[in-house]
């Protein structure tokens, strides 16, 4: 039986998503606790880049998410500490010609209806923008609600300011069940939590802990390399990137195909990231992944190829099949939330995830329809294992 | 008694000395020596500040290791004073930060 | 394993033997006795690795053997490696920094560069790993003051350039390595004021059965001993620097007595003063290339990540063998024997029975000193929360802590990702050990999938896939 010092909730994953329904569910009155196998964003949050993104999102539910969490952090900005490293930078989509152009113009159209902001930015003005910028191109959009935070010290100060109770290295080995199958908490290796609330923020292990609740969640890794260049002055002031148009012509459909993204940061390193390949969990170093990214970075800013580059890492992207994350509660196992599945954008769409969360334990309206992000919905069928060029 | 020096343990001569400028003045150095070398010879110890707290810093584990001795040399930044020969008439300039202060926007 | 008759910068080699210290030296020469095709690849423009470092050429020194004491055994080596290379068994690379180990089995591919170029990725069936070591730092309040150098790099500088930091040179941190290099500077014509060793060696006392089996390292300690005996330098056991003073330079140092477990006793503080400061704490065995191929790593004794190596000196990754430090930090005499049986068991060669147990012996001493040496868990007692810890950016002490205390770093990597320990230059090198020792975690190998710093245009030349 739950006691006193039972939580209202525990959350699996002390990753950025658990960090920010930790915070907004702690905000709305609940006592959480945090269970992680290993530490503080240990897993895709620490290797991944910070990015607040709405310049590389469609119209639809997973723009509507980061739209509201770009006023989310923008509110956490100044309630967290500086080490948060939150920059409103702006992001700068460039086209290398006409027909890239053209393509951005519609995607942006589509974007603004939905409430993005996007400006179109004429060939001679890029340099204004961005001084380094490789000569040549047809020009660009700039999209000023794009911002960055600093991951691994946005998780922790979110879990921080949450107040919630950390079980780190802790790995949830059972997620208990009450006699009407409901949930009634989890089993660690050293002890039970329990609580008659359950979020499965696990990221990339998402898959494996709806398998303990016995249920289907179909999470899978996305591996991706980022390159970290030597300490550099601000040489680069937005996240950058370039978009190239992609017909397909077999179904019909467009989509946008981008190359990597290159951004300062406070701290002094270019980062550019990232690849995508689905090649499961394989760890191995993949030159051709750092080849493409170099040869990307270097075609948009010149002026880095002649920089050193410290170190290469990799991460994996929790994705499901639909590219859509699962947010809410699971009817198939009451007292089951998921909050899991976010691919590469866990970072920007945290907060929005915490708050639908929040809203979904305590019974509040929440702020968007959650209806696209149900759990239980038909993720449609699984990729097969391939290697993109997308970001 | 004759001097202990490490010259005098491994005996021989040179093939040539010559001068390369370090922060406007000459500096001697031995053909074969690194710049970090001919510097220690010449008393000079730091050849660079940090980019945060302007700190002193020079050679430190000796074997390219460590990344402290970075130098701008011929003026190429962040080489590392205890791998690159020193040559003669050079031009070696005390680091500041990045050393791409140049590159700011 | 057979040779390979076609052009050597097209066809793969035999073996790919990165590192050319005594460990790859020998292996390379040895396995092109035995009629392999070897590449060596090595960061340095001439061969003997940290290890034997000796001058250029061109600085014309007509004794070079009086920097080591066993300079046959290179010079014997060298040799040999230079008429396989004219008869065209190996192909050495000097100043080839290797980046990256990629491949499986047997088809490898070895990245590296340059100064100012890429190298062509060199093929090989079988990657033998000796990247050697470097030295392991305990930071202290000063030690980012010029003038304080590290042991290995006072001794390094020494070596190659004939150059010392200073006229007064206190030497101190733990391990053999410290005799050897008040030693040198003092026979160099350094003043020495002191030897500080925190260790003391008593823990010798419980090994000396494995001390006496090997009597070639007792003659080098005694040579040692001697060598600073002439010179009046006494080794101070059980004492610490744990200050440096100055302002552009160090002017003096507090060296202090610890207790049992390398914690400074308090009010036992003594200033030397000194215009250099040599301090190292023993070494640690470069695995970046090993990590990154996923070869399993162990503790060793010393408390450094060591690889687990089979006897035939086989990683836990099939066609990638390695010798020398990279095995748990043994010494030249040990990666001379190592770089032999690895060499052997690549070609398929019995290893002689008399190698086996002379590099056993070996190991079996190094263990005994490296678990003498290994550093207590008091020694952040001298951490103040100011104190710089990572070099390259800047980190203090406090800032660790608090990642450590606050945040919910429970290991090296979480306390990189929250304060940028580590991310800097080296790669955390300097500040990996005294990082992990804060985090209170477990000997983590440290991963870094780029072993070097690598130009970004070099990166993007790469041939495509």
Redesign the interface.
């Known amino acids: 039986m739950p006691n006193r010092h039972s939580p209202d909730v525990v959350i699996i994953g ?1 990753g950025v998503v658990g960090a920010a329904c930790a915070y907004y569910a702690a905000r709305s009155g609940l006592t959480v606790a945090v269970v992680d196998r ?5 897993g895709t949050t ?1 290797a991944g880049e910070g990015n607040l993104l709405v310049s590389d999102k469609e119209a639809g539910p997973e723009l509507d998410l980061a739209l509201l969490s770009t006023r989310l952090w923008r509110d956490l900005s100044a309630t967290l500490p500086p080490e948060t490293e939150y920059e409103p930078k702006g992001g700068l989509v460039v086209a290398p010609d006409e027909p890239a152009l053209k393509a951005l113009r519609a995607f942006a159209e589509g974007q603004r209806a939905a409430g993005v902001t996007a400006t179109e930015v004429p060939a001679d003005r890029l340099a204004d923008l ?3 910028l490789a000569p040549g191109l047809a020009g660009g959009f700039h999209y000023p609600q794009d911002a960055q935070v600093q991951p ?2 946005a998780a ?2 979110l ?2 300011a949450s107040g919630a109770a ?1 079980h ?2 802790e790995e949830v080995t059972a997620i208990l069940r009450g006699p009407t199958g409901a949930v009634r908490g989890v089993r660690t290796g050293r002890r039970e939590l329990l609580a008659p609330a359950v979020v499965n923020a696990a990221g990339t292990w998402g898959g494996e802990i709806a398998r303990l609740a016995g249920v289907h969640l179909p999470v899978l890794p996305r591996r991706g390399f980022v ?9 680069v ?1 937005h996240k950058v990137y370039a978009a190239d148009y992609i017909a397909d012509v077999a179904s019909g459909s467009a989509a946008l195909q981008s190359s990597a993204v290159v951004e300062g940061t406070p ?3 270019v980062l550019i990231g990232a690849t995508r390949e689905r090649v499961g969990f394989d ?3 993949s ?2 992944a ?2 493409r ?3 990307q ?2 075609r948009l800013f010149p ?12 991460g994996f992207r929790p994705y499901l099949p639909d590219h859509l994350p699962a947010i809410g509660p699971d009817p198939r196992v009451p007292g089951l939330h998921h909050a899991c599945g976010h691919e590469g954008a866990g970072i920007g769409l945290a907060p929005a995830t915490g708050v639908l969360l929040a809203a979904a334990l305590t019974g509040a309206e929440p702020p968007l329809d959650p209806a696209p992000f149900r759990p239980e919905r038909d993720h449609g069928p699984a990729d097969v294992p391939t290697q993109e060029q997308q970001s | 008694m004759s001097r202990r020096t490490p010259r005098a343990l491994v005996g021989g001569a040179p093939q040539e000395t010559f001068t390369f400028r370090f922060d406007g003045r000459d500096v001697t150095a031995a053909a074969g020596q690194t710049v970090a070398a001919a510097l220690w010879g010449a008393g000079v110890l730091a050849w660079r500040t940090t980019r945060h707290d302007g700190e002193p810093r020079g050679a430190f584990c000796g074997i390219g290791q460590c990344f402290d001795c970075l130098v701008t040399v011929d003026g190429a930044p962040n080489r590392r004073a205890c791998l690159v020969p020193a040559r003669p008439g050079g031009l070696v300039t005390s680091q500041e930060g990045t050393g791409h202060d140049d590159l700011a926007v | 394993m057979t040779t390979s008759p076609s052009d050597p910068r097209t066809a793969p080699a035999d073996l790919a033997v990165v590192g050319a210290g005594p460990a790859g030296l020998a292996a390379a020469v040895t396995a092109a006795s035995l009629g392999l095709t070897v590449t060596l690849l090595d960061a340095g423009a001439r061969p003997g690795g940290q290890y034997y470092r000796h001058p250029d050429p061109a600085l014309g020194a007509t004794r070079p053997q009086a920097l080591h004491h066993d300079w046959a055994a290179f010079a014997d080596r060298e040799a040999e490696l230079r008429a396989h290379e004219r008869a065209g068994r190996v192909r050495y690379l000097t100043e080839h920094q290797v980046w990256s180990v990629t491949g499986s089995g047997t088809d490898w591919s070895v990245h590296s560069r340059t100064d100012d170029a890429a190298g062509e990725p060199v093929r090989a069936r079988a990657v033998l790993l000796a990247t050697g070591a470097y030295e392991r730092q305990l930071p202290f309040p000063g030690w980012t003051l010029p003038g304080v150098v590290g042991a290995g790099g006072a001794q390094a500088m020494f070596k190659s350039g004939l150059v010392l930091p200073g006229r007064r040179v206190v030497v101190a941190g733990s391990g053999p390595l410290l005799l050897a290099v008040a030693a040198s500077l003092a026979a160099a014509g350094a003043r020495v004021p002191a030897v500080v060793e925190a260790a003391g060696y008593g823990p010798y006392v419980r090994h000396t059965g494995t001390l006496l089996r090997n009597p070639a390292k007792l003659a080098e300690g005694a040579l040692y001993g001697g060598a600073l005996l002439r010179h009046q330098v006494r080794p101070l056991l059980r004492h610490a620097v744990v200050e440096a003073h100055g302002t552009d330079r160090v002017e003096a140092v507090t060296v202090a007595r610890l207790d049992r477990d390398w914690r400074p006793v308090p009010g036992t503080g003594r200033r030397v003063p000194c215009d250099a400061l040599a301090v190292g704490h023993g070494l640690v065995p470069e695995l970046s290339l090993a990590t990154a191929l996923g070869c399993a790593t162990r503790t060793a004794a010393d408390g450094t990540a060591a690889l687990v190596l089979t006897p035939g000196l086989r990683t836990s990754v099939p066609g990638v063998w390695a010798a020398g430090e990279t095995g748990g930090v043994g010494g030249a005499q040990l990666a001379l024997a190592e770089g032999e049986i690895a060499a052997r068991t690549v070609a398929g060669r019995a290893v002689p029975a008399s190698l086996a147990r002379r590099r056993d012996r070996l190991r079996a001493f190094a263990d005994a000193m490296g678990a003498a040496h290994r550093p207590g868990a008091g020694w952040t007692g001298w951490l103040r929360d100011g104190t710089a810890v990572c070099r390259c950016e800047e980190v203090p002490a406090g800032r660790v802590r608090e990642a450590v205390e606050e945040l919910g770093a429970t290991d090296a990597r979480t306390v990189k990702l929250l304060t940028r320990a580590g991310m800097g230059w080296c790669q955390g090198r300097m500040c990996g050990p005294a990082v992990a020792a804060l985090a209170g975690g477990e000997t983590v190998a440290d991963r870094r999938p780029l072993a070097c710093p690598v130009r970004l245009g070099q990166l993007a030349e790469l041939p495509a896939d």
């Open positions: 002390a290993g530490p503080v964003a240990g620490g961005e001084p380094h691994a010290q922790a100060r879990l921080a950390l780190l290295g390159l970290v260049t030597e300490p550099l002055p601000r040489i002031r701290g002094g390193p760890r191995s170093l030159t051709e750092l080849r990214l170099a040869a970075a270097a002026v880095l190829a002649d920089v050193q580059v410290l170190r290469a890492y990799h």
